[in-house]
C-alpha cells in the first residue's frame, strides 16, 4: 500500500465493518476510484469480516479473566526494590507527616524540650488554661486533666 493511502486504512476497516459515516464513505469511495490497492485492500477486510461474523461467539468460562492477567502479570523482582517512583509514591505519607512533626512544635512556639513532653504532662499544661467547651462548660485553671477529657467528652462532671 502507498504512503499516500495509509490514511485511508481507518476508513478501509470501518467501510468493511459497515460503521462508516456516510462523509467519510464519500471520501473513501472517491479514493478508491483511482487507488486499486486500496479496492483490494477494502474487499480483504469485507471477506475478512464476513468470515468472523459466521464464528459463534461462546462465553468465556469462569474465572478466565482472573487467570488471564495472573499469567500475564509480571512476577515481582529485584528490580522492582529499585524502582524510585514506587518508593517515593509509599514514602509521601510517612514525608508527609514527619514534616507536620516538625512543623508543629515551631508553630506553637514550642522548643525541643516541649516537643518531648508526655502526654499527661501536655494535658496538664492544657488544662491549665481557660478552654471554652462545645457544651458551653469553662474549665477553669484549676481543672485536672480527668476533669478535662471528661468535659472534652461530654460527661458529667464526678
Not at 493511502?5 to 483511482?34: N, W, Y
Not at 474487499?43 to 492477567?69: D, H, I, K, N, Y
Amino acid at each position: 500500500m502507498q504512503t499516500q493511502c495509509e490514511r485511508f486504512v481507518p476508513l478501509i476497516l470501518r467501510s468493511a465493518d459497515g460503521t462508516l459515516a456516510a462523509d467519510q464513505r464519500a471520501e473513501l469511495d472517491a479514493h478508491v476510484a483511482s487507488c486499486a490497492d486500496c479496492r483490494k485492500a477494502i474487499s480483504e477486510q469485507s471477506a475478512v469480516s464476513r468470515l468472523l461474523g459466521c464464528v459463534e461467539m461462546t462465553p468465556a468460562p469462569r474465572g478466565f479473566a482472573a487467570r488471564v492477567r495472573a499469567r500475564v502479570a509480571p512476577q515481582p523482582s529485584v528490580i522492582d526494590l529499585l524502582n524510585w517512583r514506587a518508593w517515593t509514591l509509599r514514602l509521601a505519607p510517612v514525608a508527609a507527616l514527619l514534616a507536620l512533626l516538625a512543623w508543629y512544635p515551631a508553630m506553637n512556639g514550642s522548643s525541643a524540650s516541649s516537643a518531648s513532653q508526655t502526654l499527661p504532662a501536655v494535658l496538664d499544661e492544657w488544662a491549665g488554661r481557660q478552654v471554652q467547651v462545645a457544651g458551653g462548660e469553662l474549665i477553669s485553671s484549676t481543672s485536672d486533666r480527668d476533669a478535662l477529657l471528661a468535659a472534652a467528652l461530654g460527661e458529667t462532671s464526678r
